[in-house]
């Protein structure tokens, strides 16, 4: 009777332990997947050339599609592109800039000159 009690009672703590290793596995993989990062994508630059700041960081400006008419990887004084996660993220590297070469050098390239 007792050997019966033994084995039920470490049986019992093997139940549990495993229970306990999966509750903490599991949510070590939800932990992980909270913290995955977004990848950066292109916001390109639709706003006229200028080296007014307003225009440069204003939002309106920045859309994640690269229009038609402007090309980018020429070496004007007009940013193209600038990576980013996020309209807020940009807006973030864009309010570290306080001159136009600021911003040219955080974009990753420069526009193309218009024909």
């Known amino acids: ?3 019966i ?8 703590t093997l139940i549990l ?5 999966g509750t903490f596995a599991i ?3 939800v932990m992980n997947k909270e913290n995955v ?17 307003i225009t440069l960081k204003n ?3 920045w859309q994640t599609s690269q229009p038609a008419e402007f090309n980018c990887g020429g070496e004007e004084e007009v940013p193209c592109s600038i990576p980013a996660t ?6 973030t590297k864009l309010s570290t800039a306080s001159t136009l070469d600021d911003v040219l050098a ?10």
């Open 1 to 3: 009777m007792k050997r």
């Open 5 to 12: 009690k033994t084995v039920r009672t470490s049986l019992f």
């Open 17 to 21: 332990a495993f229970f306990a290793i």
């Open 27 to 29: 949510a070590n993989e």
């Open 37 to 53: 990062e977004q990848a950066e994508v292109p916001y390109y630059y639709i706003g006229p050339q200028t080296s007014n700041m």
């Open 59 to 61: 939002p309106a400006n």
């Open 86 to 91: 996020s309209a807020s993220h940009l807006q």
């Open 106 to 115: 955080i974009a990753s390239n420069r526009r193309e000159a218009s024909n």
